[in-house]
């Protein structure tokens, strides 16, 4: 996977701090936070080190710098809007494959590697990252909410807490057995199989199973037949 294009810095200031912090997620991917060195980044940037240090004063800030870009890298899929049309396995595999994709990058998961291993040595970053993490309710969480209010999935569950559910299903094959004891990543018929087992786990948990009338006929779940009336 390639990362999404985006327009060019067009100052030259900013294409000097792209520069760095392009030179510096490959220097912290390869030798990890301690082994990084400015004189190192200003190096690979081809850039003076007071250049560097006018735009990141310490290296803990140019690794905040890092953060924010793997922040923006998971958080920069497009979102599937849920539509009451569809059948829920085909909207959800959708959603997830997008993930998949994230997950299955390599150079994804060694900057994770090292920003995990960083904020574990420095708890402070991973209680900011959690915060930051509540800032933003990603597209899943919206999907279920709005299938929730739809009649579609059961009500009475936190969305955030049922997409973790979900998450965590995928993660436990495409991220955390690469992250943590360097598996290669899934094949694409694997990937397809996690995708679909963890979908219909899912909604064999949390779909609303609709109910038959007396007539032996399947009715729509109620706020949906209300909704059509």
Known sequence: MTEAPTAPPTRLTDRKRDAIVQAAIAEFRE????????????????????????????????????????????????????????????????????????????????????????????????????????????????WIRAAQQDGALRAGVDPQYAAHQLHGMVKSFAFWPQLAMGQAPLTTAEQQQVLGDAVDMFLGFYAVRPAMDATGTTAAPAKRAARRR
């Open 31 to 142: 030798h990890g936070f301690s082994g990084t060195s400015m004189d190192r980044v200003a190096a690979a940037a081809d850039v003076s080190k007071r250049t560097v240090y006018n735009h990141f004063p310490s290296k803990d800030e140019l690794f905040e710098a890092i953060l924010d870009h793997l922040w923006d890298r998971s958080h920069s899929l497009d979102d599937v809007a849920y539509d009451a049309a569809r059948p829920l396995r085909a909207q959800l595999l959708a959603v997830l494959e997008q993930k998949m994709e994230l997950l299955n990058d390599t150079s994804f998961i060694d900057l994770s590697r090292v920003a995990i291993a960083e904020m574990m040595h420095t708890p402070e970053r991973a209680q900011a990252m959690v915060a930051r993490l509540s800032e933003k309710e990603e597209g899943l969480p919206r």
